[in-house]
């Protein structure tokens, strides 16, 4: 369990926090390229650890990120026009660059000098793999690029989704490197069952053993395996990586063990801070082989969640206030939970805990190692930066890290075996 005092230093990201300077050194997902797709296209709003912000991409392609409200009067400017590289308010026609500079006021006297006197917030950008990344932090600490191995594939070979989460950050990253759960919670009850995602229960995976959780902490987080010993005295151990601060890499080839068909590939998140009580979830896969990924939304829906189950906002369709669509007869004769959908599975577990759940309160178990490691290093991570150093995960130390899922003899050492896959 954690104190109190950890816990609030952990779980508040707003500018000023602890938490939130230590993230704001990192590049942060600010949202998906094809929302802000089209040059001079219509802008987007954007929020990232309480601060209210805008997107557009100018008309020579470039994007900015800037303070929603304008300088002038405080309105907002996704009400904006996005015209002649920069984004004019329609209400005084004041206007912007990507840089935050106010560049025309339209109100004003040709020869007034008062626009070289404003300038909005504004936040450099990176559009890379299909997301547009920001960085909040001191322009003299700004890391190198993002470049996972999943942003520098072809389009073809890989795909990027997002979706709101109503809960906290940190809750939601905690459920994702979170291995006991997923043959359990996602459980099928029938091999036949045309429910979308979840574990056939007569495969090896949902019939092997509870799992042990070892932890190889690394220079960028650490990665991680959970060993199940599965029938036949055989060892299967299924490795993920933790990126700090909120990165998640994970193998998806399971169909041998009763998961979601089709050809290796890898796949993950990113958990990242809308507001103390909200958070953005960013999903990925790709291959990096030869061959294109499978069509993205139908893998998608194979995994657990398609396009059908959000709506124009990113928010899911099946959500608290309606209770996840859950279906109590579904629950007793074909799934776990009732709940269609992996992901939303996973949602539901994560949200109805509260916005910000209280970890004092906690009763933590062995197969809990990798959410306890990965409290410690943010917590030092959070202490690094307090005292004037770099957190873990700004070079380019974490661009080759993959997972990957094996059998194993009953006797070798994981880490040992997978370790050339895992860090080629």
């Keep these: 369990m954690l104190t109190h005092a950890d816990n609030e230093l952990l779980v508040r990201t707003n500018a000023g926090t602890p938490m939130g300077e230590t993230l704001r050194r990192y590049w942060i997902p600010a949202c998906l390229s094809s929302e802000v797709a089209e040059p001079d ?162 495969s090896e995976f ?76 960013y999903n990925w896969a790709y291959t990096f082989d030869e061959t294109p990924l499978t069509e993205w939304e139908a893998l998608e829906t194979s995994l657990g969640r398609g396009p059908g189950d959000l709506d124009d906002n990113f928010l899911n369709v099946r959500n608290k206030s309606n209770g996840y669509m859950i279906d109590r007869e579904v629950q007793k004769t074909e799934t776990f939970t009732g709940i269609e959908g992996v992901n939303n599975q996973d949602q539901a577990a994560q949200e109805m805990m509260g916005p910000i759940v209280d970890r004092s309160k906690e009763f933590l178990t062995a197969s809990d190692l990798a959410i306890v490691q990965m409290r410690r290093l943010l917590i030092q991570a959070v202490r690094t930066v307090s005292d004037g150093g770099d957190p873990p995960a700004i070079a380019d130390n974490y661009y080759m890290a993959r997972a990957v899922d094996r059998f194993i003899g009953m006797e070798d050492n994981w880490l040992e075996v997978l370790l050339p896959e895992i860090n080629p």
């Design 206 to 281: 949902a019939k092997g053993s509870a799992p042990v959780v070892e932890v190889d902490v690394t220079d960028y987080g650490y990665r991680y395996a959970g060993i199940r010993i599965l029938p036949g005295e055989r060892k299967f151990v299924r490795t993920y990586q933790y990126v700090m601060p909120f990165h998640q890499i994970r193998p998806e080839d399971m169909t041998p063990y009763g998961g979601p068909p089709g050809r290796p590939f890898i796949s993950g998140h990113m958990w990242v801070p809308t507001d103390d009580e909200n958070c953005m979830v």
């Design 41 to 202: 296209g219509p802008p987007v709003r954007v929020k990232l650890m309480g601060e209210d912000l805008v997107a557009f991409r100018d008309t020579s392609g470039r994007v900015g990120l800037i303070d929603e409200f304008c300088a002038h009067r405080r309105t907002s400017l996704w009400l904006g026009r996005n015209e002649e590289c920069g984004l004019r308010c329609v209400y005084h026609g004041w206007k912007y660059d990507v840089d935050g500079n106010c560049v025309d006021m339209m109100n004003e006297p040709a020869e007034s000098k008062l626009k070289a006197d404003v300038k909005l917030k504004a936040y450099p950008t990176v559009d890379m793999g299909g997301v547009i990344w920001a960085y909040m932090g001191p322009k003299d600490k700004q890391p190198a690029e993002p470049r996972f191995e999943w942003t520098q594939v072809p389009e073809d070979r890989r795909g990027v989704s997002k979706n709101v989460q109503e809960c906290n950050w940190l809750q939601a990253l905690e459920a994702g490197v979170d291995t006991a759960h997923v043959p359990i919670l996602h459980r099928l009850l029938t091999s036949d069952s045309k429910r979308r995602g979840g574990y056939n229960p007569n």
